[in-house]
C-alpha cells in the first residue's frame, strides 16, 4: 500500500510536511509504520497549485529517500494547496506514468488502494472513457483510471462526492458481475485548486487507513501522522468524506455506493 499526504491552508514550503517531520513522507517511504509494506520505495511524486490554474506536478521512479531533486525542490516551492505520494506498486509496474498524483486540467488526484481483480475488470472500464480522456491515460495502474472516470463525471456537471461515489459503485457492480471476490479499496484526495476532498471507503471495511490533523495556518490528510503521535491526528471513518474549504473549514460528508 501507499502513502501519501493532502495539504490546504497558507502557502508554506512542501519541506515543512513532506522532508522535516519525525515520521515525513520521506520517512514513511523508507519505514511505514501502518502499512502492510513497510518500504515505499517504487516512484513517489508531489503536486502543487501556485498562480497557474493547472498544478505542477515532479514525478520520479526512484525512491524518495534517494532523490535530492526532490529535496531541493521542496524547500523552494510553497503552495496553499499541495499533494505528495510515495508509491508501493501493487500493480501496473514501474514506471514514471504510474507514479502519483495524477492530473487533468484543474484537478489532480491519488490514491491508496485497489481495484480487485483489476485485470479482469481493465478493457471494459478503460472503454467506459470518452476519447479525450482515454487519450489522457498514459500509465497501466487503476488508480489512474479511476481518476479520470471521476472527472468524466466532474465535466458533465457532477460534484465531487456524487462523481465518487458513482464510479465506485459502478465498479462494484462490474467486480460482482465478474465474479470478482478481493476488496475496492479506496482512499484517495481530489482536488479542484480551491478545495480537498479527502475519502476513504473500502468494499470490505478495511479501508487503508487515512487521518486529519489540524493546525493554525492549515488542514492536512494523511495516511499516517507525520510526527509519530497520533495525538491530534482523527481516523475518519469507513465511507467518510471530509472537504477542507479554502475557508479554513473542514465539512464531512458521506460516501454512497451501490
Same mark, same amino acid.
Given at each position: ?27 514513511? /517511504? ?12 517504487? !516512484? ?54 504510474? @507514479? ?6 484543474? &484537478?489532480? &488526484? ?28 498514459? !500509465?497501466?495502474?487503476? /488508480? ?20 465518487? /461515489? ?26 479542484? !485548486?480551491?478545495?480537498? &476532498? ?40 469507513? !465511507?467518510?468524506?471530509?472537504?477542507? @474549504? ?13
Amino acid at each position: 500500500m501507499c502513502r501519501f499526504l493532502a495539504y490546504r491552508g497558507d502557502p508554506i514550503y512542501l519541506e515543512d510536511l513532506v522532508c522535516r517531520p519525525k515520521h515525513s513522507l520521506v520517512r514513511q /517511504s523508507l519505514r511505514a509504520t501502518e502499512a502492510k509494506m513497510v518500504t515505499n520505495g517504487d !516512484g513517489f511524486g508531489v503536486g502543487w497549485y501556485g498562480e497557474r490554474d493547472t498544478p505542477g506536478l515532479y514525478r520520479e521512479v526512484t525512491p524518495a529517500w534517494s532523490d535530492e531533486n526532490l529535496l531541493a525542490l521542496a524547500a523552494h516551492v510553497r503552495s496553499h494547496l499541495f499533494f505528495a505520494h510515495v508509491r508501493a506498486a501493487t500493480g501496473g509496474g514501474i514506471a514514471l506514468s504510474n @507514479c502519483h498524483p495524477f492530473a487533468s486540467g484543474a &484537478f489532480m &488526484f491519488m490514491h491508496n488502494g485497489q481495484i480487485g481483480g483489476f485485470a479482469q475488470l481493465r478493457r471494459e472500464l478503460e472503454g467506459e472513457l470518452p476519447d479525450p480522456l482515454w487519450h489522457q491515460r498514459k !500509465g497501466a495502474t487503476d /488508480s489512474e483510471l479511476i481518476f479520470l472516470l471521476i472527472v468524466q463525471r466532474l465535466v458533465d456537471g457532477y460534484g465531487m462526492v456524487e462523481a465518487t /461515489s458513482e464510479v465506485l459503485g459502478e465498479v462494484s457492480v462490474r467486480m460482482r458481475q465478474a465474479g470478482i471476490d478481493a476488496p475496492l479499496r479506496f482512499a484517495a484526495a481530489l482536488a479542484d !485548486g480551491d478545495d480537498v &476532498f479527502a475519502f476513504r471507503w473500502a468494499s470490505d471495511d478495511k479501508p487503508p487507513t487515512l487521518y486529519l490533523h489540524r493546525e493554525s495556518w492549515g488542514q492536512m490528510v494523511a495516511s499516517e501522522p507525520l510526527d509519530g503521535d497520533p495525538e491530534g491526528w482523527v481516523p475518519l471513518s469507513n !465511507g467518510s468524506v471530509l472537504r477542507l @474549504c479554502a475557508d479554513g473549514r473542514t465539512t464531512e460528508h458521506r460516501l454512497s455506493v451501490g
